[in-house]
């Protein structure tokens, strides 16, 4: 019985009791199951996340967007990122705070970022999500060649890409995820796919420089396919 409420079906348990396991064999088999256990609980609240999501879009689906989406073509940014995991919303503004100094402090202060162009934060996923969000904040410069990068900052070349779907958000800052559904919502219904992270490129200029975070204009890109 013990066995049983554990997990093990009754053709393992069989197989215990005609192989004579020992204690030992006992305690592999349990951590074994214990492993096995966390694995699908694991899998399972994944499932749980995207099924909450994909109810999240479907019960907008009918709605009118406030956002006009179009498609176009940009060119390969040069970008120095910096990459972290924000566990929910309401950890973003914290989280990105920090990493955009850190970014600017890996990259030698304000005397290299000086010549930044654009300031964007990279959220890289595919569908859209409620936690555990993928973000990256990032400079972009005309060419990476006089950079010299602390070990936690990234620099590298974002191709170019022939479609992107665009969306100008302009409100509050924690509003901008209203603004990233929207997209997606958009890409569904539009029978699009998304292949590359969604870009938030700040038309308002540095992050960490505003005044007012309830009045910030935002585009946000996405590549995709058809």
């Not at 940014?77 to 705070?97: E, F, K």
Request: with cysteine.
């Amino acid at each position: 019985v013990v066995l049983k409420e554990t997990g093990f079906s009754l053709d393992e348990i069989a197989a215990m009791i005609d192989q004579a396991f020992t204690m030992d064999d006992m305690k592999r088999l349990m951590h074994k199951k214990k492993t096995e256990l966390a694995t699908q609980i694991e899998e399972a609240s994944q499932q749980m996340t995207r099924i909450e999501a994909r109810l999240h879009q479907l019960e907008h689906l009918g709605e009118t967007s406030v956002y006009e989406v179009g498609i176009k073509q940009v060119p390969a940014l040069y970008v120095a990122g910096l990459r972290r995991i924000v566990p929910r919303p309401q950890d973003m503004p914290v989280y990105r705070c920090r990493m955009f100094e850190e970014l600017e402090e890996g990259l030698g202060g304000s005397a290299t970022t000086t010549n930044m162009q654009q300031e964007y934060v990279l959220y890289h996923m595919t569908e859209f999500i409620e936690e555990n969000f993928d973000i990256e904040v990032a400079f972009c410069f005309n060419s990476l060649a006089n950079l010299q990068p602390s070990a936690n900052v990234t620099v590298y070349e974002i191709p170019a890409e022939p479609m992107v779907a665009s969306l100008l958000y302009k409100g509050p800052f924690m509003g901008v995820g209203d603004g990233i559904l929207a997209l997606f919502t958009w890409l569904g219904v539009n029978g699009y796919s998304p292949i590359g992270p969604v870009r938030e490129l700040h038309v308002f200029g540095r992050e960490n420089d505003m005044d007012d975070y309830n009045n910030v204009v935002v585009e946000l890109q996405v590549p995709i396919s058809k």
